[in-house]
């Protein structure tokens, strides 16, 4: 392992936690998972193909241990606790109380969505990867991603106040 | 196309996440331009794509807690990453984050020189590895003596008289972990406080310790009573470390 594989670890590790928070709900059990994810990157640093995008690779890790987990503990949905949990983020990314309210919003309708749902919408709408990248972290087909995208944003749309669109 | 032709919903989000080629996105343009529906569904897209990115956002401007950074570049000095059996990640408190970095200790037990076999209430010599253990070790940095026995320091927190440490011993051979709190007021560490639980019914065999204290939930109360206050940051655990723990 080369110190650049973890130099550029430790440079996506901001993005790595938002992806996980997007999925835990709350950032003390994001950190648990990022941390996880790096112990297992490390572990399987060999079956990394340089010149391949880390950040994907992290994704599909970070992502497998969350539905593990989840699975284990079945009884524990995600904690949500804006104040406890780290998601207040003082004011830096909605300065209105309505831009406020809408991410909270956001945040429980996140955290309301299912497991694949959830992973699939954050990769896209978060993470800004194309349904291409999105499958192939994912290993399933981007018509899979696109129709669990689009079942996430019937669910999504209407708690943020929004039409779920026109009826099909 | 008239005003009632409704476009596929899987178009217009792929038009709104940017998937589609220049062609085709300028086709969905002008489709959207004789049909308000259609826009205002691509804007509640955009909008809620926009709403997600806010929402979990700020991570992105924190810089990677120490314990994460610590597991990515401690482990460097490492021969390799030992696996660790997996407990449930209840968090009591981001103070009780440690890391995964594993440095290898290559002193004696950590209950040595008296060497007795469970964690003991009671004054810690001195001389012993636990004793070094707790005056130079950062939280979230295990040691680890050999495959059998491990130990990892989970917080520091500040008391009237002076300081606590959590800690727990994680032995393998006889599948048990024993978590302590240990106080300093003088020049020594005391063992305040222990609990038990077996390594077994801590999780399954595939995982790894994560960056939890669940366990240590038995230990708050006594926490309590002392009169602890929060976790030391890890800058101000390193910089009192440094002083030799004097105030």
Same mark, same amino acid.
């Given at each position: ?87 207040? *983020? ?13 991410? *909270? ?64 | ?6 476009? +596929? ?7 709104? +996440?940017?998937?589609? @080629? ?30 997600? @990115? ?51 200790? !290559?002193?004696?037990?950590?209950? !040595? ?25 950062? @939280? ?24 606590? %440490? ?9 599948? %048990? ?10 020049? !020594? ?14 999780? !399954? ?19 309590? %009573? $002392? ?12 910089? $009192?470390?440094?002083?030799?723990? @004097?105030?």
């Amino acid at each position: 392992m080369t110190d650049r594989f973890r130099q550029d670890l430790v440079a996506i590790v901001p993005k790595l936690r938002r992806f996980a928070l997007s999925l835990a709900g709350n950032q003390p059990d994001a950190d648990d998972l990022v941390q996880s994810a790096c112990v297992k990157a490390l572990k399987n640093a060999a079956q990394f193909c340089e010149g391949t995008r880390m950040d994907s690779w992290m994704y599909r890790i970070i992502q497998t241990l969350w539905i593990d987990d989840r699975r284990r503990s079945k009884t524990r949905g995600a904690q949500v606790d804006p104040e406890a949990a780290g998601l207040n *983020d003082g004011g830096r990314a909605a300065r209105l109380p309505e831009d406020r309210m809408m991410l *909270d919003m956001a945040r429980d309708a996140m955290g309301a969505l299912p497991e694949k749902q959830r992973i699939v919408l954050s990769l896209v709408a978060i993470e800004g990867l194309s349904y291409k990248e999105a499958s192939d972290v994912l290993e399933v087909p981007v018509g899979t991603v696109m129709s669990r995208l689009s079942r996430a944003r019937d669910a999504l749309l209407p708690q943020l106040g929004m039409s779920k669109g026109p009826m099909q | 196309m008239t005003a009632e032709t409704v476009m +596929d919903k899987t178009r217009l989000a792929a038009f709104a +996440d940017g998937e589609l @080629s220049p062609e085709e996105a300028a086709e969905v343009v002008l489709h959207l331009a004789d049909h308000p529906p259609d826009q205002a569904y691509v804007d509640n897209v955009m909008a809620a794509n926009e709403a997600l @990115s806010q929402a979990f956002a700020a991570p992105l401007g924190d810089p990677a807690p120490q314990a994460i950074e610590n597991t990515i570049l401690g482990a460097k000095q490492t021969a390799e990453i030992v696996r660790f059996p997996m407990r449930p990640s209840v968090w009591v408190g981001a103070a009780l984050a440690a890391a995964l970095a594993l440095a290898v200790f !290559t002193g004696p037990s950590f209950f !040595t020189p008296a060497q007795p076999p469970r964690l003991a209430v009671g004054p810690i010599s001195g001389g012993s590895s636990l004793s070094e253990a707790l005056n130079s070790l950062p @939280s979230g940095v295990p040691w680890a003596q050999d495959a059998d026995q491990e130990l990892l320091i989970l917080a520091t927190l500040p008391i009237a008289e002076g300081f606590c %440490r959590e800690f727990e011993v994680i032995d393998h051979a006889d599948a %048990r972990i024993d978590l302590g709190i240990a106080c300093r007021t003088s020049d !020594t560490w005391m063992v305040e406080v222990t609990l038990s639980e077996p390594l077994a019914s801590s999780g !399954t065999e595939d995982g790894f310790v994560t960056a939890s204290g669940a366990e240590m939930q038995g230990l708050l109360p006594f926490l309590d %009573r $002392l009169g602890a206050g929060a976790a030391l940051a890890p800058d101000d655990e390193a910089a $009192l470390i440094a002083r030799g723990w @004097s105030h």
